[in-house]
């Protein structure tokens, strides 16, 4: 008995001692588990683990004859580097379609991702079938960093913007006319779609009507008035593009129809083809004019002259007193000068024509004998020397 309790003692006493021996800090216990922790899967890889089709076998013999083999050809594979960065443009072809977007093979370990919003720049309500298909080829651009699947994500939006935005300063540098299509209105103006760009047109530069909602889906001509591709600003102008279509079919000389839209203390301003031109008060009429309101009436129907025209900034100067017949026929009888107004002009440009050569001729004759001035100087110079020597 007293054996037995004296080995129960030492028992315990060993116990006692060496139990602290088996604590572990929490540091290494967080250690062990970090150590111990297993390797998350990449998607292939889970895929793979999953696989239960068919399992091919290939003899030695086969591989010898190959001169390859399935373990050299996984080696191979974990030993390329696969070195795939932010904003790369790469190549890759449309593999399948997936929620929300489709997968695209560019040669990684794991397929990329190309999302709905990135697959295209314009997109309206539209599917990621109808803008992309299945075996299509094209570059895209990597738009983010490999995820715990080692997974990228892909964008063909990007691609077209930076194009886009290539053509769009293409155009202004060369200053060509283009047709757009209207999206939407505001209370400035309207927004049109030029290249896949949202470009602004200010109220003020569309001819002809305002901004409402009947201009949606109108396609109309217009110019860049600013661009400028750091801020994200297209700014456009139908105007411009109106104006200069028409002012070069136009010529000083020309005899138009108009429409007066307003009258001023200094003349009337009247609209031809789409165009504001300036009727001076000056330009009305031989006689003197002095109640401008009992001559020409706002929405009233003339014909005029052009006598002068800025083709850049689209201003066009008018003329009714170049189609009097008689001085102050527009005051007593202007329907008399609209019916002769062509022939009126006919004559006013000929005799304008001869001015003109006469100007030349004259301005020739004085050159000619500001020449035979200078010769006769020489010559009595010279006559003055041989006297000289002469006398010598």
């Known amino acids: 008995m007293k054996l037995s309790i004296a080995l129960l003692s030492l028992t315990a006493g060993a116990s006692a001692f060496t139990a602290p021996l088996q604590t572990s800090s929490p540091s290494t216990t967080s250690l062990q588990s970090t150590l111990e922790k297993p390797k998350q899967l990449t998607r292939f890889d889970r895929i793979k683990a999953k696989y239960k089709g068919p399992q091919i076998t290939i003899s030695p013999e086969v591989e010898e004859e190959v001169g390859f083999s399935y373990s050299a050809f996984d080696d191979a594979v974990a030993a390329t580097d696969y070195s795939f960065n932010r904003n790369d443009v790469v190549k890759g072809t449309v593999v399948q379609y997936d929620k929300g977007g489709c997968i695209v093979d560019i040669g990684a370990k794991a397929s990329a991702f190309l999302p709905l919003q990135e697959a295209a720049l314009i ?30 994500m892909v964008s063909i939006r990007r691609i077209q913007y930076r194009e886009a935005w290539d053509q769009v300063v293409a155009k202004q540098e060369t200053d060509e006319a283009f047709d757009a299509e209207c999206v939407s209105v505001n209370r400035g103006g309207a927004i049109f779609l030029v290249n896949g760009l949202r470009a602004f047109l200010p109220g003020s530069h569309l001819t002809g009507r305002l901004p409402d909602e009947d201009l949606i889906g109108q396609t109309l001509p217009l110019k860049f008035l600013e661009v400028n591709q750091e801020e994200n600003k297209l700014v ?13 079919d136009l010529s000083r000389g020309d005899v138009i129809d108009g429409l007066v839209k307003a009258l001023k203390p200094y003349g009337a301003f009247v609209e031809v083809g789409g165009m504001s031109g300036l009727l001076h008060i000056s330009q009305i009429s031989m006689d003197r004019i002095v109640d401008l309101e009992k001559v020409l009436q706002p929405g009233q129907k003339i014909k005029c002259m052009i006598i002068d025209h800025d083709k850049v900034n689209g201003r ?77």
Do not use: H
Request: hydrophobic residues 35%.
């Open 236 to 248: 456009v102008s139908n105007r411009r593009a109106v104006v200069e279509a028409q002012m070069a």
């Open 123 to 152: 997109q309206d309500g539209v599917s990621i079938e109808s803008l992309i298909e299945i075996d299509e080829e094209r570059n895209f651009e990597i738009i983010s960093e490999e995820d715990e699947n080692g997974q990228l």
């Open 316 to 392: 066009i100067a008018l003329s009714t007193k170049t189609l009097e017949p008689e001085p102050g026929d527009m005051i007593r009888d202007p329907e008399r000068v609209y019916d002769m107004a062509d022939e009126t002009a006919r004559i006013y440009l000929e005799k304008q024509e001869a001015e003109r050569k006469k100007r030349e001729e004259s301005a020739q004759n004085i050159v000619l004998g500001l020449g035979d001035a200078l010769d006769d100087l020489g010559s009595s110079d010279k006559s003055s020397d041989n006297l000289d020597s002469l006398l010598s």
